[in-house]
């Protein structure tokens, strides 16, 4: 048996060429499919997971599954925008708290989430280090942000402009990081967090200048108009909020109508929940949603696709292996000579098949060999390649 | 003898043990409810939160002693405190300036003044600005001292015996009670304020500091401001801009948040004003409660009312 094997390993590694050919082509054509299924059952694992956590979501009456990806996933894709006063129309229901939610600037590619302090026990997130925020311009990273980025309680990270070209447009805002989270193995690990007010001063919809009441302010002052001082260009507004201006910060705008793009909804019971989801029924502007079904009508298409990919694959997998086949086959007659002189110096008909038998059954055990780890890697990285393909 | 010793011992220590565990059953219910954690951000607010809970509630005012809760600036460990208690009492009507720059957990907080919000009073007087697009616009917003108008004041008792109750429904008797003397007391205050309003008129009288526009309002009083501070003795253009408004509002008493410098006494003596302490109370007095400082306050303006 080990001369068998000795045998037909010689044949296989002095052909090594062809070999690693043969067991690329036959791997790769179980990999796909099988790598396909694992990627698609972690994406539904972790769009249920993170849907079925939670329970509604208030938006505009826009795409829902925008809506869903931006407030559950913080994709880069923004649903129109509502009034921050729809929040305590929910509260004020007393049928749900309400958490809203704000995705709309990135920094370094990474989402910044404008919320308030009730989303952290709600999500069940955990300081692994530093603390919550507690003023305008702090904020709190994610785990894999913190790990990327190397980043601690007390260094700083800067939100990136909207539009590079737009010169008179919103400066990025230079915040402060009071707490990491720890990890949730969810989208929170890749989010940056900061209370709403900060990602409205991001958006420049509030900002700090200097006092232009102040002695001290000259330069910058246009023309007084009996009790109106008008500022001219040179009105020096912050870039960073520290304790010396968070006084100046201030919004023109009543909050109330200030933009996010969700609210999270939690109603205490089944009951509540109902009577919720009726009273926005027929609201023209604004739909409620319970996560799971959009993302379950996601799911059904995701499958569908994939049905018809895997199929197309087990087309082009059976091409392959016909292909291997006729190798196989093409090699055998090539090979005449070879088999000839085995048979020539006393191998049976038997040894001779058993040693070709054994070539074919190697390259084949190598390819599934390979498929199985290949497959093994994307099931470990599959659930950060979902999180990281949904937060784009 | 040794060995009795250590047997009593033994039975001594399983005694213990057995009357231990007695003792964390002993009702054989449910453990006891936890105290929970209410912050307030001024005293009026304490005094009424801890009144009405009364020991089922850990109060906490964080403000030292001698500080202007309006003003006071927390640090963020101090927030945090406040993000981790049950509940935040707020004042509202823009009253601490760091609660509009701080992350609260909006679940937690009860705004007091929010149920007669449509009736605050802007604040005026404050020099505007303009800059870029978005027009002339002034920070100053509302005045803060709501509670010296006492009906305001036993709406924001309502305020925090709600919320009181919301957290601890099995307590709603109890709070229920409180809240009810509590209210009858600030009545009682309101009532007796109205009535010596009457019989001050329209007596023109100065505030020392624009603190009074809530009681001004609600018992039709005749105030007139300006910006001076008790410690502070006031400088030529505080007077000048004081003799301007005797000019049309001829007032005889100037109303203080505190004892004023006495020569600050002296200077307006020569005006013709007398000076008198109108406390608002929004820390900690030296003595008494918010009760006896307010009815100290009344008892003294009724001086006003009483004068020729």
Redesign the interface.
């Known amino acids: 048996m080990t001369d068998l094997l000795y045998m037909s390993w010689r044949y296989v590694a002095y052909h090594w060429m062809k070999s690693v050919i043969l067991v690329a082509a036959i791997a790769l054509i179980v990999f796909i499919p099988a790598g396909l299924r694992v990627l698609v059952h972690q994406g539904e694992i972790q769009l249920r997971a993170r849907a079925q956590a939670t329970p509604l979501l208030l938006g505009s009456r826009d795409s829902p599954l925008e809506l869903a990806l931006n407030a559950l996933y913080f994709s880069a894709d923004r649903p129109e925008t509502m009034d921050f006063s729809a ?1 305590s129309d929910i ?1 004020a229901s007393g049928l749900a ?2 958490i809203p939610v704000y995705v709309r600037f990135r920094s370094q590619g990474d989402p910044i989430v404008g919320t ?3 989303y952290f026990p709600f999500r069940g997130l955990e300081l692994a280090a530093g ?6 311009g ?1 904020c709190v990273v994610g785990a894999a942000v913190a790990a990327d980025r190397g980043l601690a309680p007390g260094d700083h990270v800067i939100s990136s402009p909207a539009t590079f070209f737009d010169l008179a447009g919103v400066y990025p805002l230079k915040m402060r990081v ?1 707490g990491v989270l720890a990890s949730s193995d969810s989208p929170d690990d890749h989010a940056i967090f900061v ?1 709403l ?1 900060t990602a409205w001063i991001i958006e420049g919809l509030g900002h700090g ?1 200097q006092d ?2 102040q002695a001290g302010a000259g330069a910058e002052i246009l023309r007084r108009d009996g ?6 260009a040179a ?1 020096r507004e912050y870039q960073e909020i520290t ?1 010396d201006n ?5 919004f ?1 705008r009543d909050m109330a109508t200030l933009p996010i793009t969700a609210v999270i909804a939690v109603p205490p019971d089944r009951k509540s929940r109902t009577l919720l989801l009726g009273r926005y029924q027929s609201d023209q502007r604004r739909q409620l949603l319970s996560p799971i079904e959009v993302v379950d009508t996601l799911l059904a298409t995701v499958f569908s696709v994939e049905n018809v990919v895997v199929a197309a694959l087990a087309a082009v997998g059976f091409a392959t292996l016909a292909l291997v086949v006729l190798v196989f086959m093409l090699s055998l007659r090539l090979r005449r000579g070879e088999i000839a002189t085995m048979s020539r110096i006393g191998g049976s008909r038997a040894r001779i098949a058993s040693i070709l038998g054994m070539e074919m059954a190697g390259v084949l055990v190598m390819a599934l060999v390979t498929a199985g780890v290949l497959t093994l890697a994307t099931g470990q990285l599959a659930p950060e390649v979902v999180r990281m393909v949904l937060s784009r | 003898m040794r060995m009795t010793l250590a047997m009593a011992m033994i039975t001594l220590g399983l005694l213990e043990a057995g009357c231990d565990r007695h003792a964390g059953s002993a009702d054989g219910g449910a453990p006891p409810e936890k105290r929970p954690v209410v912050y307030v951000v001024n005293y009026p607010l304490q005094y009424f939160a801890q009144r009405i809970a009364g020991d089922r509630a850990q109060v906490r005012f964080p403000v030292p002693a001698g500080r202007d809760p309006a003003s006071w ?1 927390p640090a ?2 101090r ?2 405190e406040f ?1 981790s208690a049950d509940l935040i009492v707020l004042n509202g009507a823009g009253y601490a ?1 760091w609660v ?8 937690k907080v009860v705004n007091t003044s929010a149920s007669f919000s449509d009736a605050y009073i802007e604040a005026t007087g404050t ?6 697009p ?4 002034t ?1 100053a917003g509302t005045a803060v001292t709501t509670w010296i108008d006492f009906r305001q004041a036993a709406a924001q008792a309502q305020a925090i015996g709600d919320a009181l109750t919301a957290l601890r429904p099995g307590q709603a008797d109890l709070v229920g009670a409180n809240l009810g003397a509590l209210r009858d007391d600030l009545l009682g205050l309101d009532a007796r304020m109205k009535e010596i309003a009457r019989r001050i008129g329209d007596t023109p009288l100065i505030a020392s500091h624009p603190v009074y526009q809530y009681w001004a309002r609600r018992y039709g009083l005749n105030v007139r401001t300006v910006t001076w501070e008790p410690d502070v003795v006031p400088d030529a253009e505080a007077l000048g801009e004081l003799k301007s408004i005797l000019t049309g509002h001829p007032a005889r008493v100037m109303i203080w948040e505190g004892e004023p410098d006495s020569r600050s006494v002296e200077l307006l003596g020569s005006f013709g004003l007398a000076s008198m302490v109108f406390n608002p109370c929004g820390n900690v007095p030296q003595r008494g409660d918010f009760l006896t400082v307010m009815r100290q306050n009344i008892a003294d303006i009724e001086r006003v009312g009483a004068s020729p």
Not at chain 1, 131 to 136: E, K, N, P
Not at chain 1, 227 to 232: C, F, H, K, L
Not at chain 2, 100 to 107: I, K, Q, Y
Request: hydrophobic share 35%.
């Open positions: 929040t509260t708290d309400a308030t302090i009730d603390r919550q925020m507690a003023t305008l702090e009071a209370d007010k200048h232009l009441a009790s109106n001082i008008v500022g001219n009105v304790p968070i006084g100046s910060f201030h023109h | 600036l963020p460990d927030i945090a993000q300036k509009e720059t701080a992350s609260l957990p909006p679940s020099m505007t600005h303009s800059h870029g978005a027009g002339a616009h920070h």
